[in-house]
């Protein structure tokens, strides 16, 4: 018989139970800001389709009759483009203001010819001229509106209601009739209701004043405006 051997028993060195590979989310990748930029002006262009479709339908005649909803529409688009304050960031967001504007015109021009109701698009056509300053202030408020400081975000907030406040308020005075009177008065309150969310998201006092300020004064100036240019 062999005798055991006196040296102790060692155990076996202990393996970690293998892992499975854990697989890692994909890093988040913002869109491109060329992509971001055609979109805008997409939407721009597919804006102005819509309101030629939008003025055959009663609900929406009043709307898509009005500039408004344009100017707010470009806003948007530049702020979805997400063009920020600079140097050159600035006048980039202008520019892609009036392309957007202009787009929309171009949009309900040629949607309008091909449904058969004859429109002209002229470079001296009055909304073209407008499309140039509005679309300059569209880009304005909507690089504004990205800004750190609470007086610049609640002073753009009060240039879109100014714009909204003082076209109904013209439209009511000038335009509106029986059919269209809701639509106008719809705008008004819009308006408002956007002055009223620039004065209380303001978080200072100076900010409140300024929202205000910008919001009232803004629509007194554009409702002159349209009384002196366009009756």
Known sequence: MTPRSSAPHRPAPHRPAPRRPVHSRPAHRSVPAAARVSIALTGSLLAGVLTSFGQAVPALATVANSAGPWFVVAVALCLLAGVRAGRVGTPLAMLLGIASLELMH???????????YPDVLS?????????IVAGVLAGGVAVTLRST???????????????????????VLRVADQQTIAGWVAEIVVGAVL?????????????????????????????????????
Not at 123 to 129: K, S
């Open 195 to 231: 002055l009223v969310i620039a004065v209380v998201t303001a978080r200072t006092p100076v900010g409140r004043v300024v929202g205000l300020g910008v919001g009232v004064v803004g629509a007194v100036g554009v409702l002159g405006a349209y009384l002196v240019l366009g009756g």
């Open 123 to 131: 470079i001296t056509n009055f909304w073209v001229l407008m499309g």
């Open 106 to 116: 171009i949009g309900y021009w040629a949607t309008s010819n091909l449904r058969g």
């Open 149 to 171: 400081d609470d007086r610049w975000r609640a002073g753009a907030v009060g240039v879109v209601a100014a714009v909204l406040v003082g076209e109904g308020v013209r439209a």
